[in-house]
C-alpha cells in the first residue's frame, strides 16, 4: 500500500467511519461537551450562590436628585393611561419613559417574580398583586416625602385592605366589576349575578366571562353568598360547580374584548369592569351598565415602584405627577375610570358622568363593596378550580 | 522504518481529524449543550421541587408535583390535546395526500408553482393568519353572513371558540408542512411498478393499497409528526379560536409558567408532552427501519 | 401515470382553504370602514395608519435585528454542524440531538430558556431572544444543509485532498460552493421563521424591546383592528417576494 493512499485513506476512514463498533460521539466531541458541561455547570452553581443575595438594603432617596438623568420604564395594561402622558412627564421633568404593556396582572407580576432585575421600574398592578409582591421583598416602600399629591387622595383610598397606608403602593384608579350589556338584545334589564350564570334560553352564546382567577370565581361567589376573598373549599367547590354548568352556555372566556362583542352585538350581557364598560358605552350609548344586587368587588389598579430599579427617584415624581389633580382628571377624562383621588374627581366635567353613570359612584358606595384582597395560601386552590372550569366540557 | 513513518503520518493524520472534529462539530454542539440541553435539563428538573409560596422554587425535593398530574382533570385536558392534534392531523393527510399527489403529477412548471402557493401561506405571520378565522367564522362574519343570505340557515351559525374551530385553526396553520414531505416521497415513487401492476390486471384502488400508500409511508409519517407535534402544543390557536373554552396542553403549561407562577407543575406537565412525543419518535423511527428494507419502489437516485 | 379526476376535489379545497383567509385580509385592508363586517369602499387609509404606528415599527426593527443576528449565527454554526455530522458521525443520536429544537414543543422550548435565564440572572432582552432563536435556526439550517450533503458527491473532495489541497482550503473552495444552494436555502429559511417566531420570543423577551409577532399578539388580543390588515397584507407580501426569490436562487423545491 503506497504511503499516499496510506494516508488519504486514513483521512476518509477516519472517526467512526467504516468502524462500525465506535457509535456515538467520537472522542472530540465527548470532550468539547464534558468542557462545555464543567463550564457551564459552573456558570450555573457560581449564578445559583449569586442568586441568594438579596438586593441591597434601599439608600435614602434622594429628593435633590436629578432626574434628567434618570429614565423609566413603565409596565402597563394597554390603553389604561393617556397617550400623551408619559412624553408630558418627559417635558417637565427630563426624564425618558418607556412604556411596556401587560395584558393581565398574572403577566407582569410573573415578569416581576422571574427573578433577576426585569428592567422595569414602575408597575401598574392590581392591589391584591401588590400585597403579593411587598411579602416577596420586591417593592421600595413608597417615599411619602416625595409625594406630596398623597393629600389628594380620598381619605377612603388610605386604608384599602390590600395596603392600609399607602406604605408599598399609590392607588391609580379603582372601581367595581358588573354587568355590561345592551338592553336591546337582550330584551330586560340585568339585575343579578344569576342572569350570567344561569342565563335565559335567549341569552345562550350570547355571554361572556372573564377568565383571570379572581374575577372568574366573583360572579359565583357572589350569587352563592360567600366572600370573594374565601379560602373554604367547601364553598369554593360549590362555586366551582356552579361555574361548570355556567360554561356551555357562554359564547367565550374574555378578558379584552368583551365591549367590542356588545358593539358588534356578537353578544348581549357581558362581565365587565365599570370603567371598561365605559369604553363601549361611549360608542355606543345602547350599552348599560349595572352592579347586581348580590354585590360585587372594590378592586383598586396601584403603582408600584421596583426595588431593583435604578431610577427610584423619577419613578417617585412619575407616581406625583399622576396624582396632580390636573393630570388625574385628564386620565379620568381619558380612561373613563374613576380614580381615588378627591381633587380630581371633583374638577371632573359633571357632562362626563351624566354619560357614564358609573363614573358618578361615590366613595362610600364603592366601599360597600368587598375589596380584594390575596389569596396567600389559597391561591392554588382557585388557579386548580379555574383549570377545571375553563377545560370542563 | 517504513513503519515507522507510516504510524507518525497515521498520528498526524489523526490529530487533525481530531482538529477537524473539533472545529466542525464544536461550536454547533457545544451551543445546543448549553442553550438546548442545559435549559431542557433545568426545566425538568425543577418538576422535583416545591412551589414557592408566590410562585418561584423551593428546593424540596418532592414527588407530589407527579402525583397532582394524574388528577383526572389534566389527564383529560392531555387526552383532549392528543384528541385534537390527531384529529388534526388526519384531516391534513385527508387532505394533504391527494393534493400532494396532484401535484407531483403536474408538469415541471406547475408543480413548482403549486409548491410555491402552498408553501406561502406558512410564510406569512401565524397570529395573523389565526387572526383572520376569528373574522371569516365569526357570527356577525362574511361566512354565516353568506350562509345566511343564501338561506341555508336562518340563524347565523356559531362556529366560532369551538372546538372544531380549534381544529379548523390547527389545521390551516400546519397542512403546509403536511404537503411538502408527502409531495417529496411521493415525487420518488417509480411511475413503472405501478404500470407494471396495472399491466398485471390490479385495479386503481388495489394498486394504492399495495403499492403506492406503502412506498410513501415515510413521507406521510414526517407529515404527520409535522403536523401533530406543534398542533399538540399549540397554546395560541386555541386561546384566540377557542374562547378560552378549550384548554390544550399548551395553554395549560403556559398558564402554569405565567399565570399560576407555578414552575414545578408546569415543568412536569412539559416533562410529559415531552415523554409522549419521544415515544411517538420511538415508534416513528423503528417503523421507518422495517420500511427502509423494503425501499423497493424508489428511484435510486433518491 | 393517469391522476384520477376525484383527486382534483381535495387538491382544489386545499388551496381554497389555504387561500380565503388570505384575501379576506388583503381585501379589507382596502375597506374604508373600521368594522370588517361591512364594506364602506376602497381606502388606502390604513396604510397610511400603519406607516406612522410607532409600536409596529419598533416591533418590525426589532424583528429584523434578532432574525439577521440569529440567521447569520444559526448559518454558520449550522452549517459547521452538518459538516461534522455527515463526516465523523454515524450517530443517530446525535443526529436527532440537533434536530430535537425543530420537533419539541416550542412553548416547552421557550419555557427552558427562560428558566435558564433567569438562573444565571441574564436580563432579558433582545439579546435574549436572539440567542434562543438560534437554538432552532441552528437545528433547520443542519437539517436543510445535510440534506444537501447527502446528495453531493464526495470525490471532489477526496481528488483535492488527494492533490495535496488542506482542510481549510478544500471546505472553502469545494464544499462551501456545493453546498451554497442549501446554505442559502437553510439561511432563508432561518430567516423567515425568526421573522413570524412568537411563542420563543414572547417568553424571552424583556418588557422594552416587543417583536412585530409580540406586538401583533397585543394588537390581535385587544380586537380587530384594521390596520392588522394592512399589515396583514404587506407581511404576505414581503413573504411572496422572499419565497419567489429563494426559489428562483436555489431551486428550493427540487430538494423537497
Known sequence: MSFRSAQSGNLVNSGNRGNSVNRGKSPATKTVSWVAVALATGMVLAACGGSDDEPSAAATLDPEADLSQQSLVVSNWAGYMPEDLPKRFTKEFGADVEVAEHATNEEIVAKLTAGGDSGIDVAFVSGQFAQALAEQDLVEPIDETLIPNLENLYPEATELAYDPGNQISVPYAWGTTGLCYREDLTGFAPTSWNDLLNPKPELENKTTMMATERWLMLPAQKALGFSVNTQDEEEMNQVRDQLIDTKPTLLAYDDTTFYERLISGEASLVQAWDGWCNYGIAEDDRIKFVVPEEGSDLWTDTMVVLKTSENKEAAHAFINYILDPKIHTWVVENILYKVPNQAAMEAVDPALIADFPNLGMTPAELLEQEALVDLGEAAPLYTQIATEVTASN | MVNQSVQTARGAVRRRALFERLIYLGPGLT????????????????AFFQRGRFGGIEYEFTLDNFTRAFDPIYIDVLLDSVVIAGITTVLALLLGYPTAYVIAGLPKKWRTIALVL??????????????????????????????VGIGIVDEPISMLYTKPAVIVGLLYAYLPLMILPLYSSIERLDDEIGEAAANLGAGPVRRFFSITWPLTLPGVITGCIFVFVPSLGNFIVPELLGGGKTVMVGNLIRDQFLKARDWPFGAVLALAVIAFLVLLFVVQAWSSRRLEGSDVGSRVDA | MRRSRWLLIPFWATFVFLYVPILVLVVMSFNASSNPFSWDGFSLEWYGELAGNEDILEGFRNTLVVAVGSTVLATVLGTLLAVGLDKYSRSKALDAFTLAPAIIPDVVLAIGLLAFFTLVQFTLGLHTVLLAHVVFNTAFVTAIVKARLNNVDHSLEEASRDLGATSASTFVRITLPSLAPGIIAGALLAFTLSLDEFVIAFFTNGPSTPTLPITIYSMVRFGVTPEINALATLLILVSFTVVIAAQRMTR???SV
Open chain 2, 118 to 147: 402552498v408553501v406561502l401561506p406558512f410564510w406569512t405571520n401565524f397570529l395573523i393568519r389565526t387572526y383572520a378565522w376569528i373574522v371569516l367564522l365569526n357570527s356577525e362574519g362574511p361566512v354565516n353572513s353568506g350562509l
Open chain 3, 252 to 254: 428550493l423545491t427540487d
Open chain 2, 31 to 46: 451551543y445546543l449543550f448549553i442553550f438546548l440541553l442545559l435549559p431542557l435539563l433545568l426545566v425538568l428538573s425543577y
